[in-house]
């Protein structure tokens, strides 16, 4: 998805607002994303403080903070970009039951898990950085639908 998709999706509006994006992109573009890249936001445990964004380029993995309200500074964003040759990926892993999917894995410290949907952009997310990492190409981040299964 890309920053502007993950902000309409934010868990609370004052997480993702107008001021918070612009700093948050800023960062991105700063540290070779193309404006309105691909990214993964982990919103944490406490969105309306500080969420991380991750995001995939040909150089490397942007790893960048967003801190939405810093006192008397407003939202403020500080990031880096991690070589391919570096990142850290631990495993992945997948279970499937019926017509449900669970995906988690940790990627630079960020645990990224989801149930169905969110498992499946999950897999799309990861399918990029391994193929970064392999030095393919960097594949298209849209989510193929889902497999048809029928529950029994």
């Known amino acids: 998805m890309r920053l502007s998709d993950w902000g309409a999706a934010a868990p609370t509006p004052t997480a993702a607002g107008s001021k918070v994006l612009a700093v ?8 070779g994303a193309t404006p309105e890249s691909d990214c993964w936001v982990s919103w944490g445990d406490d969105p309306e403080s500080r969420w991380t964004i991750l995001a995939p380029t040909p150089a490397g993995l942007i ?38 999917r669970v995906v988690s ?17 999950i897999g799309a997310f990861l399918q990029v950085v391994l ?22």
């Open 131 to 152: 193929a970064a990492i392999d030095g393919r190409a960097l594949p298209d981040l849209a989510v193929p639908p889902a497999p048809a299964i029928e529950a029994e």
């Open 63 to 100: 790893l960048a903070h967003v801190r939405v309200n810093v006192p008397q500074e407003g939202p403020r964003a500080a990031g880096k970009l991690v070589r391919w040759s570096r990142v850290q990926l631990g495993e992945i892993s997948a279970e499937a039951q019926g017509a449900h």
């Open 24 to 31: 948050a992109d800023a960062a991105l573009i700063t540290l």
């Open 105 to 121: 894995a940790t990627l630079e410290g960020t645990i990224l898990r989801g149930v169905d949907a969110d498992a499946d952009a």
